[in-house]
């Protein structure tokens, strides 16, 4: 069986630009969480989605915003590109909140 | 204060020898996360646990909930154990809380 996939793998952006980060979870799986991890520092929770419907939002400002698709699959959009979002962006998917989370290979975003 | 707490920040040890991590929390949780991270990012669940002792083959993880307390041994340590090692905490969700980790070098 599949695993946790994202697209893109990498991706470099300009200050001020959009970027759509893109999650496809193991088959089954109906809930998809986002974490922001920094260099050098543990991961932290940016949204949680569960029946396509936002379960938890993280400490990150209204830039950044998300959502789950009928096929459980998601999207992490952030708007206004700045510096400090330069990171590896992790999607993970488990069958139901409060379970095991299984993690995609992340979509390293770096912004200049 | 962070929420989650590993110790030591980095580790190196010689092949074969016993590795412990500790991990303490200061929040109720649910459940506690061992995950191991590849260089390149890839994270990989090792444990959930929220009462008691696992196994898995040389990996054993344990945790005091009274203690607020979790610790990771690896027995018979190899080169391929080197990684970087998280612990993390989840509530009545599962948002995860993550601590820093702890950057385990193994050598021959």
């Known amino acids: 069986d599949a695993g946790v996939t994202q697209s893109p793998t990498h991706l470099i952006k300009t200050r001020g630009q959009h970027v759509t980060l893109r999650c496809s979870p193991i088959?089954?799986?109906?809930?998809v969480s986002w974490y922001q991890q920094v260099l050098g520092q543990g991961p932290q929770f940016i949204f949680q989605?569960?029946?396509?419907?936002?379960?938890g939002r993280g400490n990150f400002p209204d830039r950044f915003s998300a959502r789950q698709f009928p096929n459980y699959s998601s999207e992490l959009n952030v708007n206004a590109l700045l510096l400090g979002d330069s990171a590896l962006y992790l999607c993970a998917s488990s069958p139901w909140t409060a379970y095991e989370q299984y993690f995609g290979p992340g979509t390293r975003l770096t912004v200049t | 204060k962070n929420e989650v707490e590993q110790s030591p920040q980095n580790l190196t040890a010689q092949e074969g020898e016993f590795i412990t991590i500790n991990c303490s929390y200061s929040v109720g949780i649910s459940a506690l996360h061992w995950l191991q991270q590849h260089p390149g990012g890839g994270i990989v669940s090792l444990f959930m646990l929220s009462s008691g002792k696992k196994k898995h083959g040389r990996l054993i993880a344990t945790i005091n909930i009274q203690e607020k307390h979790s610790s990771l041994h690896i027995t018979a340590s190899h080169p391929r154990d080197s990684a970087v090692y998280i612990c993390?905490?989840?509530?009545?969700?599962?948002?995860?809380?993550f601590g820093t980790g702890t950057r385990l070098q193994v050598t021959l």
């Open positions: 993390a905490v989840s509530g009545t969700a599962s948002k995860l809380t």
């Open positions: 989605y569960y029946e396509k419907e936002e379960r």
């Open positions: 088959s089954g799986h109906k809930s």
